[in-house]
């Protein structure tokens, strides 16, 4: 029991003391030197193309034309089938993505560094809203977008980054949650925080004023640019809570559309998965329960860290937006999140709820006892491949693999 | 078991045994229902449910966390009607239309966090995992009280040893009633603060006491319940001792009570040494108990009444209340006496009072010298409809009168009965109205050559249910309603000529 309550304070000391700040945006081959031809990371924890959803079926063709490894959809299809890509999750790779997650080579990633440990996240750079690589989309609009962000607009972020050199995250976060961000679902504030941060940089290092003014649109048009942003910091800050013997701390959720999977401190960098869940939520016009793909994404490594549907306090309007309850019930997700969590966040706190800090350190022990499963903002993808979002909602984490993990934990302690 | 049954189960959607008992009762009162239960899935509510006849494969399904709806209905689509009604009364929002919905805590952890001055816990949950809440709340530094009760003897021993060693109290399990610096927990009366500690190992017994100490003019400082097992040779009387301990440290408190069954010898022998090292006096109350070595500063007495006025310095209670007299104006009746009561120690106060009259009695629930309850038989039954043959599957009759009703028809039928004697018990945690419950019963069953019909209300006008109150819709439904528990008894034999201390033979009428 001392053991346990020691690394568990250490977990959450190492938590509370990361100090995550975006630097750089660099080929993902850069950033991650293993990551070769014909490898695609995606969300989630370990899949094979035969178990894998729509959408990230149609994310993984729709990177491959993009890489130029294959020549079109049915062809990339055909190769994937065939065991042609090697297929590895983001997060053993230091990095994450939201949804599909796809990352590959040639795709530039955000570097957040840990400036408390010096360890580094990576995550590519949010494409926007509607037909997207994340939900599955692989048209031509959605590659061309993907290669305006690598030619274009990525190099040009990473240089501000430099030159500014990089933009603390710990703060900003923290303002936004006062403006009614909750990091996951709705990152209006923070994504408008970032560009202020970043444009007179962006303007300094970019030359053509066309490019420029296409760059500040593109951050300025899309709610959801800091998300990735957000899941870089997560990561960063989780990964040197892995690995503390005794700690039966959370530190990754992630889903990859057909199991949801959770790792924990004291087990190692072990996967304990349970069937993804489907989310409750609101629908697109046209679309409705019957399109939606089940649970998807490392998004879920914002919850970790105490975002996200843990923060839905600071978040009332994401409360009414995924049709979970009133929006004077936002509250109330929190404090519950806090029956399962082992300490606030001093700095990341809800002025709705008396500056009530976070929910931070998810305990598989609490989880278990309550059962009560981390609530999980998210958005939803169509369960066919190549159509893109077609909702968001709230969904909770299977519990099953909390149970599986809290066994394992306690076999690692001798106690089963 | 006619009816078609339904199970609808939610996955993880937890509410206290409490709420659920008070939530099936509404649900099983519905036009068209047999019968209803919403219960935890937990293995023993699983079985309760299934010999209710009420549980399907969809409910066996069920895990501990998981709430089980059964309906059985008279037909198909009246059952699924009424689950949807049921399900709409799970999901009404707690708060007030429009404001915002109050947080609540599900955890004793989480509940400390938002009221970090908490010193006790209230301990409601399936008995499985009653034992494991109750440490949780002592580690917490919380007194604990535990109204859940299939807690095993030795989860008992083990909570109560670790609370020992903590300074802690342990009440219960199966404490149903607690009145702790004036605050009521559980099943418990509205009666005004004074200097009378009670500790008890009887629900009901703890109830009648303090009301009837209300009703003399005094009050409580506490009334400290310790679970119906703790004076048990195997529990040693632990809490009972640091109760004793306790009130005898109180300043506010006075005289001290004692109200249980009769306790192990060993156990005894230990209360009253430690009775005797008390400079306070005491009251002791072990229904059916025979002959104590009492230390000078503690009187022994044989019913809850004697022992209310004895707290209360030798006030007589019920005065102008005469038997005889109030027999005479009922018709004389014929037969036997049947008891129906609510109150395990209700009925064995009143098997006090028929043993005493030299009356033989049986009960299912017989206290020394009282035979087991014999169905055929001809002579006196007093009945606890509280006991565990009785409320499987069902809520406890305080909280469900409907649970006596059909012993109540069948013993207004009876040519055997010449008086039902009957307890009505409110206060908080009781049904909202038993009497108005009880008066259409009798109103529709009674004949007019029918047995007399007894009852006491054990309740002060403080209570929700207000006692003069319930009084009245009885007196209304042409029931004789005495002063207390004891006196009903009394007058109950009065009526068959049987005064207390005569010769049953010597008939007056």
């Known amino acids: 029991m001392d053991l346990i309550e020691r690394a568990n304070k250490e977990a959450v000391r190492r938590m509370l003391a990361g100090d995550p700040v975006l630097v750089d945006v660099i080929p993902a081959e850069q950033a991650i030197p293993t990551l070769g031809e014909r490898m695609i990371l995606h969300a989630g924890p370990p899949i094979d193309w035969a178990r894998m959803c729509g959408p990230m079926r149609g994310a993984v063709t729709g990177v491959a034309c993009f890489e130029g490894w294959t020549a079109n959809l049915e062809a990339a299809a055909e190769q994937a089938a065939a065991g042609a890509f090697a297929l590895h999750p983001n997060h053993h790779f230091d990095a994450v993505g939201p949804m599909t997650g796809i990352t590959t080579r040639s795709q530039p990633v955000m570097v957040v560094e840990n400036r408390a440990f010096g360890n580094r996240a990576y995550c590519t750079i949010n494409e926007g809203l509607g037909k997207v690589m994340r939900f599955g989309g692989n048209d031509e609009e959605v590659l061309n977008r993907l290669r305006w962000l690598r030619d274009d607009f990525g190099p040009a972020m990473g240089a501000a980054l430099r030159e500014m050199g990089g933009i603390p995250l710990k703060s900003l976060v923290a303002r936004g949650l006062t403006m009614g961000d909750e990091m996951h679902q709705r990152n209006v504030a923070c994504s408008g925080l970032t560009l202020r941060h970043l444009a007179p940089a962006l303007a300094r290092v970019t030359q053509d004023r066309d490019a420029l003014a296409r760059a500040l649109a593109f951050i300025g048009g899309n709610d959801q640019f800091f998300l990735n942003i957000a899941m870089a910091l997560g990561k960063a800050i989780m990964d040197p809570v892995r690995g503390i013997e005794g700690s039966s701390v959370v530190t990754a959720m992630a889903r990859n559309g057909t199991d949801f999977g959770i790792r924990v401190s004291g087990t190692g960098d072990t996967w304990f998965t349970a069937p993804v869940e489907m989310p409750e939520g609101l629908y697109f016009p046209g679309f409705s329960a019957a399109d939606a793909n089940p649970d998807m994404g490392d998004s879920t490594i914002v919850e970790t860290i105490g975002l996200g549907g843990f923060a839905m306090g600071a978040a009332p309007a994401v409360a009414g937006f995924v049709g979970a309850g009133a929006a004077s019930e936002a509250g109330n997700f929190t404090r519950t999140m806090a029956e399962i969590t082992l300490g606030e966040n001093p700095e990341w706190t809800i002025p709705a709820l008396d500056y009530f800090g976070v929910p931070t350190g998810i305990d598989i022990r609490l989880v278990v006892e309550t059962g009560l499963a981390p609530t999980i903002n998210t958005g939803i993808a169509h369960k066919e491949p190549g159509i893109g979002q077609v909702g968001a909602g709230v969904v909770r984490a299977p519990l099953a693999c909390f149970r599986e993990a809290l066994l394992a934990f306690a076999e690692t302690l001798g106690v089963l | 078991m006619s009816g078609l049954v339904i199970n609808e189960v939610r996955r993880g959607f937890y509410l206290d045994s409490v709420a659920l008992m008070r939530l099936s009762r509404g649900i099983a009162e519905r036009d068209g229902v047999e019968e209803a239960a919403l219960m935890m899935g937990t293995p023993a509510n699983k079985r309760i449910m299934d010999d209710a006849g009420l549980l399907t494969a969809t409910g066996q399904a069920a895990e501990g966390g998981d709430l089980v709806i059964g309906i059985r209905a008279d037909s198909h689509a009246r059952a699924k009607e009424v689950l949807q009604e049921a399900l709409s009364e799970l999901d009404k929002p707690a708060g007030h239309g429009g404001a915002a919905v109050q947080w609540r805590p599900r955890t004793t952890r989480a509940a400390l966090k938002q009221a970090p001055d908490s010193n006790l816990a209230l301990i409601s949950v399936p008995g499985d995992f009653a034992a494991a809440e109750a440490r949780k709340a002592l580690r917490r530094g919380l007194h604990v009280m535990m109204f859940s009760d299939n807690v095993s003897l030795a989860a008992e021993v083990a909570l109560k040893q670790e609370a020992k060693t903590l300074g802690r109290l342990v009440m219960g399990p199966d404490c149903g009633t607690a009145i702790i610096n004036g ?162 120690t209700l009925c064995a106060e009143a098997q006090v009072i028929f043993q005493a009259a030299g009356q033989v009695v049986a009960s299912n629930a017989p206290i020394p010298g009282a035979s087991p309850l014999d169905p055929g038989g001809s002579g006196h039954q007093l009945i606890d409809l509280g006991a565990d043959e009785f409320t499987r599957g069902r809520p406890h009759p305080m909280i469900d009168p409907t649970v006596r009703d059909d012993a109540l028809v069948e013993a207004l039928a009876s040519s055997r009965v010449g008086v039902i004697l009957l307890d009505v018990v409110v206060g908080f945690g009781a049904h909202a109205d038993p009497a108005g419950h009880l008066a259409p019963v009798l109103t529709a069953h009674r004949r007019a050559d029918g047995p007399v019909v007894i009852a006491s209300v054990t309740g002060t006008d403080a209570d929700p249910q207000g006692r003069t109150a319930q009084a009245a819709k009885l007196e209304a439904a042409g029931v004789m309603v005495a002063p207390t528990n004891a006196d009903a008894a009394t007058l109950a034999l009065a009526c068959l000529g049987c005064v207390p201390g005569r010769d049953p033979t010597n008939r007056s009428a």
Request: glycine share 18%; aromatic share 4%; with cysteine.
């Open chain 2, 183 to 344: 605050v009521p927990l559980a099943f418990a009366n509205a009666v005004p603060r004074g200097s009378v500690g009670l500790i008890g190992a009887s629900g009901t017994g703890l109830q009648e006491v303090s009301c009837l100490i209300a009703q003399g003019g005094g009050g409580l400082s506490h009334a400290i319940g310790v679970g119906g097992r703790d004076l048990k040779e195997e529990v040693g009387g632990m809490t009972t001792l640091m109760a004793l301990d306790a009130l005898d440290a109180d300043p506010g408190t006075k005289h001290i009570v004692l109200i249980s069954k009769p306790p192990a010898a060993g156990v005894a022998a230990r209360l009253l040494e430690r009775i005797g090292a008390s400079g306070k006096s005491f009251t002791i109350c072990f229904i059916g108990a025979s002959d104590l070595t009492l230390p000078a500063n503690a009187r022994s007495v044989d019913t809850l009444k004697a022992a209310a006025e004895d707290a209360l310095g030798g006030v007589a209670l019920g005065v102008g209340f005469d038997p005889v007299m109030m027999a005479a104006r009922a018709p004389a009746g014929r037969g036997a006496v049947w008891g129906l009561f609510t109150g395990g």
